[in-house]
């Protein structure tokens, strides 16, 4: 019998020995003591304040500019080196407005994603392939604008490319949770 109750101390020593030991306290906190944790990203604020109305006109006036630029952009894409506006070169076509559509797009796209939010950075590109292709294609009086040639190729892809991969930088910080 003695026998028996040596081997069972042997065993509750060993799973007491074995036996991890806790380090959480037994008790919960209250609720009066947990804090928030404040977020990374802060929820965008409520319709009607100050900010929101603020964010929405500014959206508005990148809208605008954007209806503006595509507009000037489209209407001097025919300008040619013929010595009336530009030198005289023998009538070369030179889409100069090629170029601030490759600069200024971007521009809008990116400064929408970032005074905006990062979401609102498609509506500048949108509304500016919108407007080339609307007024383009049914210009003023029904007159065909966009230049049947390799400009208005050229503008299309000079606009939206660019464009493109500033909406692509813009949405990849929303992706990653990084604020500009």
Known sequence: MA????RAKRTATRTTATAPAK???TTEPTKASK???PSKNPAPPPEGRPESRLRWLILAVLVLDTVL???LELFFLPLRMDGKLLPDLGAIPMPLTVIVAVV???LLVSTAGRLVHPRAAFVPL???VLTVLVLGLSGPGGDL???QDWRAFLLLAGGALPAAMALGGAL???ATGRKN
Not at 3 to 6: A, K, L, M
């Open 3 to 6: 026998r028996r109750t040596t």
């Open 23 to 25: 380090t959480r306290p």
């Open 35 to 37: 804090t928030p944790v």
């Open 69 to 71: 630029l595509a507009t």
């Open 104 to 106: 200024t797009t971007p």
């Open 126 to 128: 949108v509304v500016w």
């Open 145 to 147: 604008v966009l230049v």
């Open 172 to 174: 990849a910080t929303t």
